[in-house]
Each structure stands twice: as structure tokens, then as C-alpha cells.
């Protein structure tokens, strides 16, 4: 939808690709849905939900056995983005780093996109390249 020909909207790390392919392995799921909602100090938060079946509006991406659909509402903010998954002593979770991200706030938990004229114009810019 607001793709890039020959570029995929989102990119995993191994750290990710095994996370979400364990994950639906153990529970049986066509994969998780990622996607963003209003929310949150700064505006708007990322969701993630297991999928059981893919949704023809989707953005698909499979990458190493792992599978990603991307809610159409969230396709343009999430174009670029890469996901990884950290563990640490103290938690261990999914982690989105967004070139679409103007500002966060200090938790973490919420962000704010860059305005939706601007991200249409950097799609056509990359897409002339």
C-alpha cells in the first residue's frame, strides 16, 4: 500500500526472526500483527497480537520462517522499521527502531510519528531512487 518496489516495509533481526517463529510455533499462529494505536504521553503506541489467519488488506513480510503482517492503518508509520528482540536481567521484549519516529516519550512506551504529508513525501522520494 505505501510500499517501496523490491523493498520490504519492516526488517527483523535473527534475535526477532527466532523470537516470532518460536512463537508461533508453540501456539499454532499464521503469525503476529503489528500495528499502532492512539495512546500513550506522546500520542500513539505499537500493538502486537498473534494472528490466525492473514488479512487480505496486510502487509506481509517473512523473513527467516517468521511472519509479520502490518494493519493497513499502520503501514505508512511503520515503513523502514526494524524489530528486534532484547533480553535483559530485568525484562525481555520486542523492540521497534522507526525512522518515522519524530519523538518519545521518557518510559519508552508511547511515540510520535512525523506529520503524514512529510511521510508521503519521503515513500515518493525513495521510491524515484
Known sequence: MFGIPGKQAVTMTPAATRQITRLMERDGRAGLRIGVK???CAGMEYT???ADEVDPMDEIVEQDG???MIAPMAQMFL????IDYETSLLESGFKFRN???ED???CGESIKFKDVEELSAERESEAEK
Open 38 to 40: 492512539k495512546g500513550g
Open 48 to 50: 502486537m497480537e498473534y
Open 66 to 68: 517468521a511472519r509479520v
Open 79 to 82: 515503513f523502514g522499521t526494524q
Open 99 to 101: 525512522p518515522n519516529v
Open 104 to 106: 518519545a516519550c521518557g
